[in-house]
């Protein structure tokens, strides 16, 4: 986002997939926030105080600097007008992805889930970051306290997606969860370019010591 003239967020943008758009709108918004590094006033001097103030101040930045007129009018929509000046930046997201999940197509977002594949220069991290994103626009959820059903989905459309071989191949033999195919995925994907960077090395070094042992000849051919 340029801080001078920031991108605004515009539901009207994304009608097939807005909450997941929102969501990863919201989490590049908050590293931007950070980053402006604005101080509290005097008035707060107590943490409850300093963290109630920048709830506020990050809400009406949000809304001011990176919100489009079109979300505007829906905050306008989800809020009573006296509520507004003590709404939390927490609270006011919450009420947007409320209203985001119940106009969101599910059967959509569950089909482009199980569509997704790992792109070729796209590493194995970024994929099950994609993978996990995706899944927070979809229905996946049972009646149990426990349930564990969102993780399996997402664990096998990241073994099903990959293009490594060798993490399906392991991760099927040993039957990893979630936290397990991934910590041990990217540990598997960095192995391997490290020998292949170890290997381009190799190449390169006997290739350059064939050269110095055997010089081309002044002459190619004898006449």
């Not at 986002?1 to 590049?28: G, I, R, S, Y």
């Not at 402006?36 to 709830?55: G, Y």
């Amino acid at each position: 986002m340029d801080l001078k003239d920031p991108k605004k967020f515009d539901p009207n943008d994304f009608p097939d997939n807005t909450l997941e758009a929102f969501k990863d709108f919201v989490h590049q918004y908050g590293y931007i926030y950070d980053s402006l590094n604005r101080d509290p006033p005097n008035s707060a001097k107590t943490d409850p105080e300093i963290r109630s103030w920048v709830s506020k101040d990050k809400r009406k930045v949000f809304l001011g600097r990176f919100s489009h007129r079109n979300l505007q009018k829906q905050y306008e929509d989800l809020t009573e007008s006296n509520d507004r000046e003590e709404m939390t930046f927490e609270n006011m997201i919450k009420a947007f992805e409320g209203k985001f999940k119940l106009s969101s197509n599910t059967t959509l977002a569950n089909f482009k889930f199980r569509n997704l594949t790992q792109a070729d220069e796209e590493s194995f991290d970024l994929f099950c970051i994609r993978v996990k994103r995706e899944a927070s626009g979809c229905n996946f959820k049972c009646a149990s306290d426990d349930c564990t059903v969102s993780e399996v989905l997402i664990r096998d459309q990241i073994l099903i997606g990959t293009n490594s071989p060798d993490i399906q191949q392991q991760a099927l033999k040993d039957e990893w969860n979630l936290d397990t195919l991934i910590a041990k995925g990217r540990s598997i994907e960095a192995s391997k370019k490290g020998a292949a960077t170890i290997k381009k090395e190799e190449d390169y070094r006997t290739e350059v010591h064939r050269t110095n042992r055997h010089p081309p000849g002044k002459y190619s051919r004898k006449y």
